[in-house]
Nanobody, 127 residues
């Protein structure tokens, strides 16, 4: 069984940065496609970013492209989401998700594409 634990959320002013971490147990990330989703109050959960098993392919929602970056630390079996130039509209609970079904460099943008989910971490950006 795969377990994901997110960390790194918090309160930051607009223009600031945060780095979210997603640690996995039960399977290494080299066998898991990983994505980040977020859900703001009253809104549906939306895709933010994804990184392939290889770590060599990434995908970003248009709203975060150029500001957010996915990365990996294989030694720690942890994936990261670096968030820069944060905006108040980035405020949400951020979830890490993973799945083993996708190919080495294949990604998914849908919530249904991921079996394993973390508990979420709150990110609040003040104006």
């Amino acid at each position: 069984q795969v377990q994901l634990v997110e960390s790194g959320g918090g309160l930051v002013q607009a223009g600031g940065s945060l780095r979210l971490a997603c640690a996995a147990s039960g399977r290494t990330f080299s066998r898991l496609t990983t994505a980040w989703f977020r859900q703001a109050p009253g809104k549906e959960r939306e895709f933010v970013a994804a990184i392939s098993k290889s770590g060599g392919t990434t995908d970003y929602a248009d709203s975060v492209k150029g500001r957010f970056t996915c990365s990996s630390d294989n030694a720690k079996n942890t994936r990261y989401l670096q968030m820069n130039t944060l905006k108040p509209e980035d405020t949400a609970i951020y979830y890490c998700a993973a799945d083993s079904r996708w190919g080495w460099d294949t990604l998914s943008r849908t919530t249904g594409g991921y079996t394993y989910w973390g508990q979420g971490t709150q990110v609040t950006v003040s104006s």
